[in-house]
């Protein structure tokens, strides 16, 4: 996939976000660092206090109610942060072209927050966690798919 001039690149999964753009061309993609944010988001025993419910009826093992995981309810709210972002940026005209990298579950959760000015401008996905590789590899890995 070309990476165009001053193309915007979303490099993301549940707990980073990380904004580049391209300030090379299409043939020299030269990603640079714009924005990086991170969230802290322990595992899930880490954020549950108690211990799943019993259902009433039965009270046995098998009546046990399911527990949250708020581990992973997180992800999903940090992949609806980075949707808002994409769209009050493109909101402001500030990328004409954007190409998304993140795991699968935090693009698929993205998508169903995308904006359509964020959907005009996407010129490509990419469903590969990167967001803790090093950039000449964030390079690689688009230019190659």
Do not use: C
């Not at 992973?72 to 009050?88: G, I, M, S």
């Not at 993205?110 to 959907?119: D, T």
């Amino acid at each position: 996939m070309q990476i165009d001039h001053d193309a915007m690149i979303l490099v993301a999964d549940g707990r980073k976000m990380l904004f580049f753009r391209n300030k090379g061309d299409a043939a020299y993609p030269n990603l640079e660092a714009e924005e990086v944010r991170q969230q802290d988001n322990p595992a899930h025993l880490d954020q549950a206090s108690d211990r799943a419910g019993q259902s009433s009826s039965t009270g046995t093992a098998s009546g046990t109610m399911g527990e949250n995981d708020f581990h992973e309810l997180e992800e999903q709210r940090f992949a609806a942060k980075a949707a808002d972002l994409l769209k009050r940026r493109a909101l402001t005209q500030d990328y004409e072209k954007l190409i998304v990298v993140a795991p699968p579950s935090a693009l698929g959760e993205m998508r169903k927050h995308y904006h359509k000015e964020v959907q005009s401008r996407l010129v490509g996905e990419i469903a590969k966690d990167l967001a803790n590789h090093p950039v000449p590899e964030i390079e690689r890995v688009i230019a190659a798919s």
